[in-house]
């Protein structure tokens, strides 16, 4: 190492630093606005619960996967149905006793709505808040 070469390190040092410290500044920022969304989806899926909603849908069905995913891992808390008999595209014996026919399905204490219902307009026909 020459003498020419010292001055240099600590500038570079520094600049590591800003750069590991302004990721580590949005890694935390995304991570605690990720784990508030998820809190406020929890709390949505639990006021559904509370309001007697079911979904019903069956495993292999596109649309009720695109129902779930705005739910995220929060959907757990949604009580749900599954209609789809492992191994083959039929119908459980409980669907079709309350006379489900298309997936997704949603009761509200019911009242059947059928078709992906986007979060805003579960929330508005069950009061359950979505902020």
């Known amino acids: 190492m020459t003498e020419e070469n010292t001055p240099q390190q600590p500038g570079l040092a520094r600049k590591v630093l800003v750069v590991v410290l302004v990721g580590a500044a949005f890694a935390a920022a995304f991570y605690l606005g990720r ?3 998820t809190h406020t989806l929890d709390n949505f899926a639990r ?17 009720c ?3 779930k995913e705005p739910f995220g891992s929060s959907f757990e808390y ?3 149905v599954e209609c789809g ?17 298309r ?3 949603w009761d509200f204490d019911g009242a059947r ?5 986007p979060l805003q307009a579960l929330s508005e026909k069950t ?3 979505l902020k």
Request: with cysteine; net charge positive.
């Open 35 to 37: 784990r508030r969304h």
């Open 47 to 63: 006021c559904l619960a509370s309001k007697h909603v079911v979904m019903y849908g069956a495993f292999w069905c596109p649309h």
């Open 65 to 67: 996967r695109d129902q």
């Open 78 to 80: 949604v009580p749900y």
């Open 85 to 101: 008999i492992k191994g083959s595209r039929a119908e459980t014996p409980a669907c079709l006793s309350v006379g489900i026919k």
């Open 103 to 105: 997936f997704p399905t």
């Open 113 to 117: 709505v059928e078709g992906v219902m």
């Open 127 to 129: 009061g359950c808040p």
